[in-house]
């Protein structure tokens, strides 16, 4: 028993704002140059005065945003075992993590690049891509998914350095990835004339230096000893834990993904004005997405070290200053944006319709950072600590509350009852895994003792 004490003892950590910040302010910048790529790629096309090759880049942008997003369960597992690992001081399942995390990102992208021509013809085909703006979308593709697998890799080592808390390292790799992006986009698509085909090409290099430059990175700081054999890498049991993770947060991210485009497509249905409107006011959310990103990063670093060292103290500290800064910023974020909301919407768009109908709807918008605060904290921490079918299950229960309020009050308040049902959504996903947190902790904990 004395030994067990002296052991939890040598792996306690203690959780500090500092600790918290140097995750989630690095996290935050590196999401934060994620738009930029956007932005660039629109100003590059948009300069050539084709609006055809505009609305391919458009099209094409969407369909990798949809691909993508499906695979962020490997950032996410990786992250949340590495940290488990990390607080057990276990050097040698650190690096196991991060090869089973490597292998895997590697060959859902070579599975990609396989089925890709189907990817295509499916996006095409969803998307009503014909003519010219077809073809330009076909020429991002077929370009852009070359990058797939070090796309995935680079999820792989983010998480990886996540896991052990390198924010600063994390910022680094983003800042690569999009700076040469940036760069080569400009340089390819507007210099030299090339165009889309310009800026899908600065997007292969960029990825592609990224994963280099990760890959290095990492593997310098793994120790000489304590090398994994490939049976362990592969071991059966490991293996079938990484999935089942990864089965449960794509299942959960398929739901998140249905949920938000279940409100475009209600919101069609009150003209394009309104259509319009909300789609701005959703950038509202969008930005409070990154400072709570960044924050959820800390929590399943934290959260997951904490469980790996067996340490209840650190689990509890990491959640109230977690939630301190996430509750805290939301506060900020939402009198901010109820103040200079409609200066804002002015700068997003030049309609004065839209402008009008924005205005309506904007404290909805103001306060989702708010109601999803609780939201994005409690993914970090159930993440982190693993806890994946309890957050894929409890999502399942918010989607279907989010239904129920979509049904009842979008036909009594129309977009009102749009943007109460969203802003339900994200409390319900807050809220339902919160109840969960303290008994999951306490077995989690007895268990390790």
Not at 21 to 45: D, E, Q, R, Y
């Amino acid at each position: 028993m004395d030994s067990m004490a002296h052991g939890q003892k040598a792996l306690a950590f203690d959780v500090t704002h500092r600790l918290v910040l140097s995750i989630a302010i690095p996290m935050t910048l590196g999401f934060m140059t994620t738009p930029l790529l956007g932005l660039t790629a629109t100003a590059v096309v948009g300069r050539l005065g084709e609006a055809d090759s505009l609305a391919g880049l458009a099209i094409g942008a969407v369909l990798f945003d949809l691909i993508f997003a499906s695979f962020n369960f490997l950032r996410s597992s990786t992250t949340g075992l590495t940290a488990q690992a990390f607080g057990r001081h276990d050097d040698r399942e650190e690096q196991a993590v991060f090869w089973r995390a490597l292998i895997s990102a590697i060959a859902c992208g070579v599975l990609m690049l396989a089925i890709s021509p189907l990817l295509l013809a499916g996006g095409l085909k969803l998307m009503g891509a014909q003519g010219a703006v077809a073809e330009a979308t076909s020429t991002y593709f077929s370009i852009r998914i070359l990058a797939g697998p070090m796309a995935l890799a680079n999820y792989a080592i983010l998480g990886f350095v996540l896991g052990r808390g390198q924010g600063s390292i994390g910022l680094l790799l983003q800042t690569i990835i999009n700076g040469i992006n940036i760069v080569l986009s400009i340089l390819l698509g507007l210099v030299h004339g090339w165009g889309v085909a310009g800026v899908a090409w600065g997007t292969v290099i960029g990825e592609t230096a990224g994963a280099l430059a990760g890959l290095i990175i990492v593997l310098y700081g793994f120790g000489r000893t304590n090398r994994p054999g490939w049976a362990e890498i592969l071991s059966r049991h490991r293996l079938a834990e990484l999935f089942a993770l990864n089965r449960d947060i794509l299942i959960r991210t398929f739901v998140l993904l249905g949920a938000f485009t279940l409100m475009t497509r209600i919101g069609t249905g009150f003209g394009a004005v309104t259509l319009a409107a909300n789609a701005v006011l959703m950038n509202f959310f969008l930005l409070s997405g990154y400072y709570l990103d960044g924050l959820a990063n800390a929590a399943e670093q934290i959260t997951g070290r904490a469980i790996g060292a067996g340490y209840r103290p650190a689990f509890d500290r990491g959640l109230k200053l977690t939630a301190v800064w996430s509750f805290g910023l939301a506060a900020a974020a939402t009198l901010f944006f109820l103040l200079a909301g409609s200066s804002l919407v002015a700068g997003l768009t030049t309609s004065p319709e839209v402008r009008e109908i924005a205005g309506i709807y904007l404290p909805w918008a103001a306060v989702t950072g708010l109601t999803g605060a609780l939201a994005f904290l409690m993914d970090g921490v159930f993440i982190g600590a693993t806890w994946s079918k309890d957050m894929r299950n409890r999502m399942l229960l918010s989607f279907v509350g989010y239904l129920i309020a979509l049904a009842i009050f979008v036909p009594l308040f129309g977009n009102h009852g749009l943007w109460f049902a969203l802003n339900s959504f994200l409390l319900f996903r807050g809220f339902f895994l919160l109840v969960l947190v303290r008994p999951r902790a306490d077995q989690t904990f007895r268990v390790a003792q």
